[in-house]
């Protein structure tokens, strides 16, 4: 007995290449991902990359920044020599789209990867239906969006639109003191508004990231905005000392006011509407016999509003200096990434929405796609994550909305670059 089914080209499209992305950086005890920014593992990504555009006839370039590009030209741009470039005239803008290989430590296989991985095979669905484009189509790998290496968020897309110092970018360090110029191998070439001006358009599809879709009908949303967000380091320094023989009233104990810190983030937000997290601590000298000398807390904060986020986090710095005082601590505050509101094209998301039947919803995760957002008309498309759960092994989406998003992007770069 023949048992006949048609196995969706884009399911068996979508398992293959997840597959072979499912092992890298892996982590076997915690099965969450460890995919730092020019690491072996982020570097075996980077390779799949160059192999995977290389299947596809799609030239790669580099922006100098880290950031990858594979191109797909139309048929017109594409003796220009690097049409692969992103485009020639402005009459052939390109659209680009893509996402991060980065992870955030021991974080989850969607966050990033998905949305390169949907773009290589919207394009083999656009190739597949004989639709050619007339803009090129090129696909994104940028560099470092967590920071989880060198501690600012979206850097290559900072350096790529000129919103991060080339020179302070190249000094940046990582726990081992290496620097981003280092692993880069270069000295970052920063702004280019040569490759921006090729671009008419960025879509970047992501996993959703918190329950906006989840039980809802649709598997794919059209983000309308990120929440502004920035990440504060809070030095806390005391005097290290013997846990035994120094008397309680003697102490200068950081812990203390670092742990009061974290309890007043909590409550500050709440108070708010707005989220704060202190999710990254380190202790020294981290002995368990010895009171420590310093703690260095990182906090994560977050709101809908500009105003509401500058006020949360002088509410957060206030009461730690108020309970330094009180534990003859020291304090100092360093802001080392800020992201401002950022507002998606309206005509863009709109048109995105209306044609792919998609709800439009704001998120407070930060992507490249805010960064470029300031210089490119750009819109994210979010696939339907079904407990909420981001930046942990936990995360998911079902293949099925993995396939959805992948639809929805070849629907949406045949509206862009195809007519
Ligand atoms: C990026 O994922 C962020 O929002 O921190
Ligand atoms: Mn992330
Ligand atoms: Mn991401």
């Known amino acids: 007995m023949s048992h006949h089914r048609t196995e969706d080209p884009l399911g068996a499209g979508f398992r293959e290449l997840w597959d072979q992305l499912a092992p890298v950086g892996r982590d076997p005890d915690s099965g969450g991902y460890l995919r730092y920014a020019f690491t072996p593992a982020e570097r075996e990504l980077r390779n799949w990359f160059a192999a995977q555009a290389k299947r596809r006839g799609m030239p790669v370039t580099d922006d100098g920044n880290g950031n990858l590009f594979a191109w797909w030209a139309a048929p017109d741009t594409a003796d ?32 990033g990867p998905l949305g390169i991985v949907s773009a290589f095979l919207a394009i083999d669905e656009l190739r597949r239906a004989g639709t050619v484009p007339v803009r090129p189509i090129g696909v994104a790998a940028f560099v470092e969006e967590e920071g989880a290496r060198f501690g600012v968020p979206c850097l290559g897309s900072r350096l790529l639109a000129g919103a991060f110092d080339p020179d302070r970018a190249a000094e940046l360090r990582d726990a081992d003191r290496v620097s981003f110029a280092e692993a880069l191998g ?118 809908a509003e500009p105003a509401v986020l500058d006020e949360l986090v002088e509410a957060v710095r206030a009461k730690a200096a108020d309970r330094a005082r009180r534990d003859g601590t020291g304090l100092t505050v360093v802001a080392e990434s800020t992201s401002p509101l950022v507002a998606f094209d309206d005509d863009l998301g709109a048109r995105l929405a209306r044609l792919l039947g998609a709800p439009v919803l704001p998120t407070a ?27 942990s092994p936990a995360e998911h989406a079902t293949e099925a909305d993995c396939v959805a998003g992948v639809r929805a992007l070849a629907g949406a770069l045949a509206e862009l670059a195809c007519r």
Do not use: C
Not at 91 to 102: K, Q
């Open 80 to 111: 220009d020599g690097p049409a692969a470039e992103a485009g020639t005239a402005a009459t052939a803008r390109a659209v680009l789209t893509g996402s991060h290989f980065d992870s955030v430590p021991h974080g989850g296989g969607y966050d």
């Open 186 to 303: 270069a000295r970052p070439a920063g702004a280019r508004p040569d490759l921006l001006a090729r671009v008419g358009a960025y879509l970047e599809l992501h996993v959703e990231q918190g329950r906006a879709l989840a039980g809802g009908a649709a598997p794919v949303g059209v983000a309308s905005a990120i929440w502004p967000h920035g990440r504060w380091r809070f030095e806390f320094d005391g005097e290290a000392n013997h846990a035994g023989t120094t008397r309680m009233a003697d102490r200068r104990d950081p812990m203390l006011t670092y742990a009061f810190t974290v309890l007043a983030a909590n409550k500050e937000a709440r108070l708010r509407g707005a989220h704060a997290t202190i999710g990254r601590v380190r202790v020294e000298p981290n002995a368990t016999n010895a009171v420590p000398g310093r703690v260095t807390g990182w906090l994560d904060a977050r709101a």
């Open 365 to 391: 995760a930060g992507h490249d796609a805010g960064v470029l957002a300031g210089q490119v008309p750009t819109a994210m498309l979010f696939v339907r994550n079904p407990t909420g759960v981001s930046h």
